[in-house]
């Protein structure tokens, strides 16, 4: 995205924007908590039983994929003439529907390598694989394709290349449908996911809040300065996901005192200190960050500081909600997301037509850290 946007026209990066956002939370409809339930009923299996009950949570997520991509593929036209007030965006959101399909199976594959804890190859599979995203912005320099297909490119590139990567896990997993013996009851799993559900459906919406305020009432170009910030932030992103990919197996099956209070004495510590260093670099360095933006964009950087400020408060506060998921109350987490989701979309609303990306930005950070700061207090203290 960065790069896009030193060579496309404002309104062109636009779609490149809602062609990012699109793809994450349809990807987010196709995950509907069965990576989280999939760890919960999974991780401390071995052989054949481990086989058998990934097999389970494999099939569900292919199902719901499908399910997702087919309604969200027919109705592209009305939301994007309708909810966005773009109707030139339809292409975009169809692209993002195959983008999504395929980010679907290659992150259910990498769960399935964070269950059995192999952590080292999910990381040599995720750097090629930003790498293989990278290449075909090149073709936007080199040719002057347009920017939403060359994102389509690498991101299909990038993912097909972690599916390739876990090809033989994956076949083995579909083959175990068959296999004799015990697996997760539906029952468990649709007491233990139905939560998880509703933040995941929540989480969604919460995403897609910032592309619908700018695009129906945000000035010129406000979509595409917030989603640049957003790109660049993303590094902040890359890095709470990489820490939640060690944490959670760990927070899910910590269902005693004592072993969620030794996760918090692991964890807390050094995470503070870290997210102290990344927050004084963040906003001292913001006159380095401007020289990455176009001159076009020139809010970008502020957009930047106030996302990534919300991407290092959540390092500190997501690893500690997970304990709920641990201890059996993810209907804490739903209520949480739901009420920073209201609080967001209400402020997103007032402030988009006279502030911008810029208050969309605030919006999030305000609403996001009192919230989980909140969370956070009531996990500590019990």
């Not at 129906?216 to 660049?232: F, I, N, Q, V």
Request: charged share 10%; aromatic share 8%; proline share 4%.
């Amino acid at each position: 995205m960065l790069v896009l946007a030193h060579y496309l026209a404002p309104a062109r990066f636009d779609e490149c924007a809602i062609y990012a956002s699109s793809s994450l939370v349809i990807g987010n409809l196709c995950e509907l908590g069965i990576s989280i339930s999939c760890l919960k009923f999974v991780t401390e299996a071995r052989g054949a039983d481990w086989l058998r009950a990934v097999s389970r949570f494999l099939l569900l997520r292919l199902a719901l994929t499908a399910g997702v991509i087919a309604v969200v593929f027919l109705l592209t036209p009305l939301a994007s003439a309708r909810l966005l007030k773009h109707a030139e965006y339809a292409a975009a959101l169809r692209l993002a529907c195959g983008s999504a399909a395929v980010a679907s199976v290659s992150a259910f594959s990498l769960v399935l390598l964070q269950s059995r804890l192999q952590f080292g190859k999910m990381a040599r599979l995720n750097a090629a694989a930003a790498v293989l995203q990278i290449l075909p912005v090149w073709l936007v320099m080199r040719y002057g394709w347009h920017g939403v297909a060359s994102l389509f490119a690498g991101d299909v590139l990038s993912r097909l290349w972690i599916v390739a990567g876990n090809a033989g896990l994956l076949a083995a997993a579909l083959a175990a449908a068959k296999l004799p013996g015990p697996r997760p009851a539906w029952k468990p799993i649709a007491v233990f996911a139905n939560w998880i559900t509703m933040s995941t459906l929540i989480g969604a919406a919460y995403n897609y809040i910032p592309s619908i305020a700018l695009a129906r009432w945000g000035g010129a170009a406000a979509l595409g300065t917030y989603s640049l910030g957003l790109s660049l932030a993303g590094g902040f992103a890359l890095l709470l996901n990489s820490a939640s990919t060690v944490l959670m197996p760990e927070a899910v099956t910590a269902n005693t005192p004592e072993r969620r209070r030794g996760y918090l004495r692991a964890y807390m510590p050094a995470t503070a200190v870290l997210s102290a260093a990344l927050l004084a670099a963040t906003w001292l360095g913001g006159p380095l960050a401007a020289r990455l933006f176009p001159k076009t964009l020139p809010d970008a950087v502020r957009v930047f500081q106030l996302l990534a400020t919300a991407h290092i408060a959540l390092l500190l506060a997501n690893p500690v909600q997970f304990l709920l998921y641990g201890a059996g109350r993810p209907q804490w987490c739903a209520a949480s997301d739901a009420i920073i989701t209201v609080l967001f979309g209400a402020a997103a609303v007032v402030v988009a037509p006279g502030y911008g990306a810029i208050g969309v930005a605030c919006a999030l950070l305000v609403a996001q850290t009192a919230v989980k700061a909140a969370v956070v207090a009531a996990v500590v203290s019990r």
